[in-house]
């Protein structure tokens, strides 16, 4: 992983947050809630947004990637939202075909978002950015947290 670019690292995340929700899906559909896997992907997916809010989006903001940025950032709060309300329910003791639903719509909202991120953003991370920026995005990839009570600029206000 020393050697993986920004790019391949953080679709790697994307993946792996991917497969987190997958597997509180799967839950869902044998009727089951496991909580502690939708918990550990959607505190995985909370520090990924902070972590293209914080070290990736401000440089290639700077860049010039004023419109794609303000679009990734909108999404991150509705993502936000929906990570928020789901985490409620799941808390409640909702139904499973609630669950379902609100998890399908967050699903689908990471996929369309994904897929921009993967073919927008991450391609010029690596060029646009500055080997300090770099370094500090891959070492908080390997083992930073996020903030206390962060709140993605999208959902901050909300």
């Not at 089951?32 to 903001?61: C, G, N, V, W």
């Amino acid at each position: 992983m020393a050697n993986e670019s920004l790019a391949d690292a953080l679709e790697r995340e994307h993946h792996e947050i991917d497969d987190g929700i997958a597997e509180f899906t799967a839950g869902l559909q044998a009727g089951e809630t496991r909580a502690e896997a939708l918990s550990k992907a959607l505190d995985a997916l909370r520090r990924h947004i902070y972590l293209e809010e914080a070290f990736l989006f401000p440089p290639m903001r700077r860049g010039g990637l004023m419109a794609p940025i303000f679009v990734m950032v909108r999404e991150h709060g509705e993502m936000w939202r929906l990570m928020d309300a789901l985490t409620e329910l799941v808390d409640a003791g909702a139904e499973i075909e609630h669950l379902k639903e609100l998890c399908d719509l967050l699903t689908s909202s990471l996929e369309a978002h994904n897929f921009k991120e993967e073919r927008v953003i991450y391609p010029q991370a690596d060029d646009s950015l500055s080997p300090e920026a770099i370094a500090d995005l891959h070492q908080f990839l390997a083992t930073g947290a996020m903030p206390e009570g962060w709140v993605c600029q999208g959902a901050a206000g909300a």
